[in-house]
């Protein structure tokens, strides 16, 4: 498969909990980004991490990135009900740019 | 536009025949690229494009699938004599290519396709 692995696969947690999502990848990348597609919708992008990068954050958000160990990891803080929704990391191929997906997590934010 | 564009939204077409599916980057977007996503999948990469050249077709499946770009700007996905296992949803995306890519990529809404 082309893809990285992301997991959880699902995750379910309470409104105003923390969620973690963690996504492994094979090849050296020039960096990686984390997107968010709504059911029936497009995908949103989150946040980009470089390469030489190991931490990055965004309002609610917080990327690391391991290169060592081919990981990176998404924290939402704070979770909110409009969170429902999956979540991808995409890599950057170093060698031809190509964007290469994970398979998801879906995130379910429980009132 | 403002952002990048699909049409149309939604598309059912009976086994066997052909579909064309229309990308509308955002202007000055050099690079293009289209992904497959079945349902529950993260989306696979089908092509890339940067201005008019197809640089990687190594993700589309058949013979069957065809793309092109042939003005650098708006990109058409052909895929001949649907099958069932064609139904997913077709995304497109675009960025400004800078090397090494670190920009972020904008997708459209994608286009539904379903074979029956």
């Known amino acids: 498969s082309q893809q990285g692995e992301e997991d959880p696969q699902a995750l379910s947690i309470q409104e105003g909990e923390n969620a973690t999502m963690n996504c492994s990848y094979k090849t050296s990348i020039n960096n990686l980004q984390w997107y968010r597609q709504n059911s029936g919708r497009g995908l949103v992008h989150l946040i980009l991490i470089r390469s030489n990068e190991r931490e990055k954050h965004s309002g609610r958000l917080r990327v690391t990135l391991d290169t060592s160990k081919k990981s990176s990891s998404l924290l939402i803080t704070a979770s909110r009900a409009a969170d429902t929704a999956s979540y991808f990391c995409a890599t950057i191929r170093r060698r031809d740019d190509k964007i290469i997906f994970g398979k998801g997590t879906r995130l379910h934010i429980l009132p | 536009g403002a952002g990048v564009s699909q049409s149309p939204r939604y598309k059912v077409a009976k086994r066997g025949q052909d579909v064309a599916l229309r990308c509308d980057p955002i202007?000055?977007?050099?690079?293009l690229f289209w992904y497959q996503q079945a349902l529950g999948q993260g989306p696979e990469f089908l092509t890339y494009?940067?201005?008019?050249?197809?640089?990687?077709k190594s993700g589309l499946p058949s013979d069957r699938f065809f793309a092109e770009r042939p003005e650098g700007s708006v990109s058409t996905l052909k895929i001949q004599r649907t099958q069932q296992e064609d139904s997913a949803v077709y995304l497109c995306?675009?960025?400004?290519?800078?090397?090494?890519?670190?920009?972020?990529?904008?997708f459209g809404q994608g286009t539904r396709l379903t074979v029956v």
């Open positions: 995306a675009s960025s400004f290519y800078t090397p090494n890519l670190n920009t972020e990529a904008f």
């Open positions: 494009f940067q201005n008019e050249a197809q640089l990687d």
């Open positions: 202007s000055g977007h050099v690079s």
